[in-house]
């Protein structure tokens, strides 16, 4: 198994000011924040670089469920509360503002997002933002897999590390690179071209793997069945045909939930004008058998249409894996916000804050932001 190994964070940061990149980009429910488990995950880094005597910047982004960039400065107290201390909205990126509001306490910079210079990885820009720190906290893995400037411009210029999530993540992610036997893995959600490579990797390396979501009714498509009005990508069964119909191992819902109030109906007897929202109750009872005697089980990716209030076995799925032994890796931005509501995170090995960056870390074995991480390592030798 590769082994990363960051630098540590410097224990005396007396006087010097910590830029930390984070992830707040929480779903948001009537202005306010419907889960708080990447915002909290933040909290023991921000703690620790407050006991080291550090001044801290955080910076990071945050959009609504159509990609529309929102301000922080109505979340900012919020928000605060969740970290466990005050929180300082800065709408400015003047050097000498951000300065002096970082001596007054723990600074949140506006959605970064809002400058184009972020997304493009402008290397200006990512210079501003380094001239707010003496040193940069990579404590984003849930973006870096992203080319932007706050997650591989900044580290050009001023020392960089990883922080505690961030070393989290990779460490115990890098479990299921080499996982101990029987393994498992779970696919869901609805884009085959985010889920591709994951699914080429580990259906050579897995001893069973499970497609659920609109993935399942892609794949049901790509076996010539009917699926009704249900949601499908057509450009995408090319790619199943080729690499995964003749697989022995991917395991495909065989009774799904319909859009008629839950009614449960055979995979092979879908009417033309049924609708598949979710996988039915006697395939999470074979999955559920399945998963009790595994050693490791990855999953990334609801297995309903959450959106819709379809999350039955989503749900049932969680409740099964909370009481297995095996390593149990779960990811995926709807997904987390069930385990968060369930309150079950603390009963499984690893409950990721990334979603594509789970899922590009786990096929290629690196991200952006790492390789950036130890440019910078280098750079300071």
Not at 29 to 54: C, E, H, N, Q, V
Not at 144 to 155: K, L
């Amino acid at each position: 198994m590769r082994k990363y190994d960051f630098i540590d964070i410097p224990k005396n940061l007396s006087g010097k000011t910590a830029l930390v990149r984070v992830d707040f980009n929480e779903p948001l429910y009537g202005g306010r924040i419907k889960d708080s488990f990447r915002i909290k995950s933040t909290a023991p880094t921000i703690k620790l670089l407050r006991s080291l005597g550090a001044h801290i910047v955080l910076i990071a982004h945050i959009e609504d469920d159509k990609k529309r960039q929102l301000s922080f400065k109505p979340l900012a107290r919020e928000i605060g509360r969740m970290l466990g201390t005050p929180i300082i909205f800065e709408s400015s990126l003047d050097i000498s503002s951000v300065k002096n509001a970082a001596d007054r306490g723990v600074v949140l910079l506006e959605n970064i997002r809002f400058d184009k210079g972020e997304e493009k990885n402008n290397l200006k820009f990512a210079k501003l933002l380094a001239s707010f720190g003496d040193i940069y906290i990579n404590e984003a893995f849930s973006v870096s897999h992203r080319n932007h400037a706050s997650i591989v411009g900044v580290p050009k210029y001023i020392p960089t590390y990883a922080g505690q999530l961030f070393r989290r993540e990779v460490e115990r992610l890098s479990r299921a690179l080499h996982p101990q036997k029987p393994f498992v893995v779970i696919v869901g959600g609805s884009k085959f071209d985010t889920k591709f490579a994951l699914l080429k990797k580990f259906v050579s390396r897995a001893d069973a793997v499970f497609v659920g979501g609109v993935l399942a009714n892609t794949f049901l498509a790509a076996h010539d069945l009917e699926v009704g009005k249900s949601l499908f990508e057509k450009k995408a069964l090319g790619d199943i045909k080729k690499h995964f119909l003749l697989s022995k191992k991917i395991m495909l819902p065989f009774d799904v939930r319909l859009g008629d109030k839950g009614k449960t109906a055979s995979a092979f007897d879908i009417g033309k004008s049924d609708s598949i929202y979710d996988v039915g109750p006697e395939t999470i009872g074979v999955l559920g058998d399945i998963v009790r005697d595994a050693k490791t089980i990855l999953w990334n990716g609801p297995l309903g249409y959450l959106e819709g209030g379809h999350d039955k076995s989503t749900r049932d799925l969680l409740r099964i894996l909370s009481r297995v032994n095996g390593d149990v890796i779960i990811g995926g931005g709807d997904t987390l916000e069930v385990v968060d509501e369930m309150r079950i995170g603390k009963s499984f090995f690893h409950v990721s804050t990334g979603g594509g960056a789970m899922l590009d870390f786990l096929a290629d074995g690196s991200l952006p932001g790492i390789v950036a991480i130890y440019k910078s390592k280098i750079d300071m030798r």
